[in-house]
């Protein structure tokens, strides 16, 4: 393969795609630190930026905040509910409040809070979700926010944003801040490889293609967008010309990007560490269905729990690695014909 | 900028007139809680009409003391008191929960002048104020928060995390009113689940308390003067109320929680608080 075929990624991060290397742990990041790095300067940029807590400043690294900006950060304890509310108070003040926390609690422990006092009136209010899908891999089930994406999704005003490295999460976390409203953020407990650098572009309801195609489309978020980069790599070794979309907005849906790989590529799959209900995968189809109905197929969390062990291996045991990914684009481009 | 601040006779008079508003709006809507208005109206007048630093020519002046009615289904005092300050036109009153309304069911501060939180499911409203006393202290602003929560709305968790958390970032800037009127949707709180001893527990989370009768204007206007001038720790005035107060076929009966007058039972209401 040509590197012209791909977008924004390093000549080494190619390499080592083409090579199907494994990524070395020192190429990896959970992007729950690089929220934390990226708070530390947009903390020195922004007097309006404040940090709220409940309790797991030391797992993101948001504790790096409060050492740096101890006016500005605030510890809620163990209680998410009290932080969304009192988030939303901060923000009719003309305070953006980064509310911290883990997935599972910033999405159902607090949500009413979420709903009511911060989507009902539109505040400005940023949700920072880290351990996002089964991601938590050795944590298990009750720290595993598979449901998050789908449940903020089917809120009115919401923006989601769920990055796929370390570079891409700072552009969003940046971005964020300048975007006035709600926006949820999704980030990895667990490593994931730095494939793009600061040069993307990253624009909120922006999709990017990261790896030119005509076969098929992968359409990814977060976590996933380099098992798609894998299985592209992968199928491109048997012929296949698969095109990757890194959709990092989840709402609102780039629907010009999904519709464009549609009509261009004719069948697509979504890839997303998060239930196939009501995520990239529904939203995907929602719009494919409405327009241009080619084959498509999604992979997610199925209809169960995961459980504790190693990421990697979850995401082999419950269909989400690249393995799987190729499998789906094979059986989309076979029903095109 | 704003009007003299009242006295305690001339509050006396407003709240008759507020809770006249109470009565018409909900009658006129078919819908509401007047039960809880009620209670609430002493507080909330004086609220408007002494003690807040407010404009209200200027509903979003940064430095203005702010107020969330936490148990956002009494609304209707809140939407009456805001008519009467002059936020906007008391022919609003009568749109109440009608289609394009700027009066909603329950708040909503992005369609109503005034309103300083949306409000409406409950166990929020203390935490949102908490916030908002937060932001004064790191922007070095002498608003006040004044919060009014209520005694069913006690049961909620969220309440006292909220409870624990103010005093501990020591928010003298906040002030909860609880509306104590002993009853809520379906029975008596006693009954349920029993909130005593309520100002016992306030102030073992560290709270400085005043309890009141929350009809009586002249304990009403000193308790809200006191907590506001009150240093190094929030206070909560337990203001000790009554359901359906002023309407005697109301007056501590459950079912007038989330029940509409019809005309002649309106026009019963105008005759016993004019009285």
């Known amino acids: 393969m040509t590197i012209n075929q791909y977008h924004y990624l390093s000549p080494q991060i190619i390499e080592r795609l083409e090579s199907d290397e494994t990524f070395s742990k020192t190429d990896q990041q959970p992007t729950r630190?690089?929220?934390?790095?990226?708070?530390?300067?947009?903390?020195?940029?922004?007097?309006?930026?404040?940090?709220?807590?409940?309790?797991?400043?030391?797992?993101?690294?948001?504790?790096?905040?409060?050492?740096?900006?101890?006016?500005r950060s605030f510890n809620f304890g163990i209680a998410e509910q009290n932080m969304m509310?009192?988030?939303?108070?901060?923000?009719?003040?003309?305070?953006?409040?980064?509310?911290?926390?883990?997935?599972?609690?910033?999405?159902?422990?607090?949500?009413?809070?979420v709903r009511n006092s911060i989507h009902y009136p539109k505040l400005n209010v940023k949700i920072a979700a880290s351990h996002g899908g089964i991601t938590p891999g050795p944590d298990g089930v009750t720290h595993q926010g598979q449901e998050d994406l789908s449940i903020i999704r089917s809120i009115a005003n919401?923006?989601?944003i769920a990055p796929a490295d370390p570079a891409t999460t700072?552009?969003?976390?940046?971005?964020?801040?300048?975007?006035?409203?709600?926006?949820y953020l999704s980030f990895t407990r667990?490593?994931?490889?730095?494939?793009?650098?600061?040069?993307?572009?990253?624009?909120?309801?922006?999709?990017?293609?990261?790896?030119?195609?005509?076969?098929?489309?992968?359409?990814?978020?977060?976590?996933?967008?380099?098992q798609a980069l894998i299985a592209a790599e992968h199928l491109a070794r048997k012929g296949r010309d698969v095109r990757v979309i890194d959709c990092h907005t989840l709402k609102p849906l780039d629907e010009e990007a999904v519709l464009t790989a549609a009509s261009e590529t004719g069948a697509i799959v979504t890839a997303e560490n998060n239930v196939f209900y009501g995520g990239l995968g529904s939203a995907v189809a929602e719009v494919l269905v409405e327009n241009n109905p080619i084959p498509m197929k999604r992979i997610g969390v199925r209809d169960t729990f995961a459980e504790s062990g190693p990421y990697l291996d979850l995401l082999e045991k419950y269909g989400l690695s690249a393995n799987h990914i190729e499998v789906a684009v094979e059986e989309v481009i076979h029903r095109k014909f | 900028m704003s009007s003299e601040p009242m006295s305690v006779e001339e509050l006396e008079k407003m709240a008759v007139i507020i809770r006249c508003d109470i009565i018409?709006?909900?009658?006129?809507?078919?819908?509401?809680?007047?039960?809880?208005?009620?209670?609430?109206?002493?507080?909330?007048?004086?609220?408007?009409?002494?003690?807040?630093?407010i404009d209200p020519e200027n509903p979003d002046w940064p430095d203005r003391d702010r107020f969330i009615l936490s148990k956002g289904h009494a609304c209707p005092v809140w939407y009456a008191a805001l008519a009467e300050r002059g936020y906007y036109d008391k022919s609003h009153l009568k749109t109440l929960r009608q289609m394009g309304s700027i009066l909603q069911g329950h708040p909503d501060m992005n369609k109503t002048p005034g309103i300083d939180m949306t409000a409406g499911s409950l166990g929020h409203g203390l935490s949102a104020g908490l916030g908002m006393a937060l932001s004064a202290k790191l922007q070095k602003k002498d608003y006040h928060v004044f919060v009014v929560i209520g005694d069913g709305e006690s049961q909620e968790g969220s309440i006292w995390e909220a409870a624990m958390a103010a005093p501990n970032f020591k928010l003298d800037n906040l002030t909860a009113i609880l509306d104590y009127n002993h009853l809520q949707n379906d029975y008596s709180v006693d009954d349920i689940m029993p909130i005593d001893p309520v100002a016992d527990k306030w102030q073992a989370f560290g709270w400085n308390v005043i309890d009141i009768d929350g009809h009586d204007m002249a304990q009403v206007v000193q308790a809200l003067e006191e907590a506001k001038s009150h240093q190094g720790a929030p206070t909560i005035i337990v203001a000790n109320t009554v359901k359906g107060k002023g309407v005697s076929y109301m007056e501590n009966v459950c079912e007038w929680h989330g029940k509409a007058p019809c005309q002649e039972e309106a026009d019963q209401a105008f005759k016993e608080l004019r009285r």
């Not at chain 1, 940029?45 to 006016?71: C, E, H, R, W």
């Not at chain 1, 509310?85 to 009719?92: F, I, K, L, Q």
């Not at chain 1, 700072?170 to 926006?183: M, N």
């Not at chain 1, 624009?203 to 977060?222: F, H, L, P």
Request: net charge negative; charged share 20%; hydrophobic share 50%.
């Open chain 1, 170 to 183: 700072k552009l969003a976390v940046w971005a964020a801040a300048d975007y006035e409203g709600p926006v």
């Open chain 1, 158 to 160: 919401s923006t989601i």
């Open chain 2, 24 to 53: 018409d709006m909900i009658c006129t809507a078919a819908a509401g809680h007047p039960g809880g208005s009620l209670s609430a109206t002493d507080v909330v007048t004086a609220l408007y009409f002494r003690v807040m630093r």
């Open chain 1, 85 to 113: 509310a009192a988030a939303a108070g901060m923000a009719t003040t003309g305070l953006i409040p980064y509310a911290t926390t883990y997935a599972v609690f910033a999405s159902m422990r607090a949500l009413d809070m």
């Open chain 1, 190 to 226: 667990d490593p994931v490889p730095a494939i793009f650098d600061l040069n993307y572009p990253f624009e909120i309801g922006k999709a990017v293609t990261v790896r030119d195609g005509s076969d098929a489309t992968i359409i990814a978020n977060r976590d996933l967008v380099v």
């Open chain 1, 33 to 71: 630190y690089a929220y934390a790095e990226a708070m530390l300067e947009l903390g020195e940029k922004n007097p309006k930026v404040v940090v709220l807590d409940a309790d797991v400043s030391k797992s993101i690294g948001t504790n790096q905040f409060a050492d740096k900006f101890p006016d």
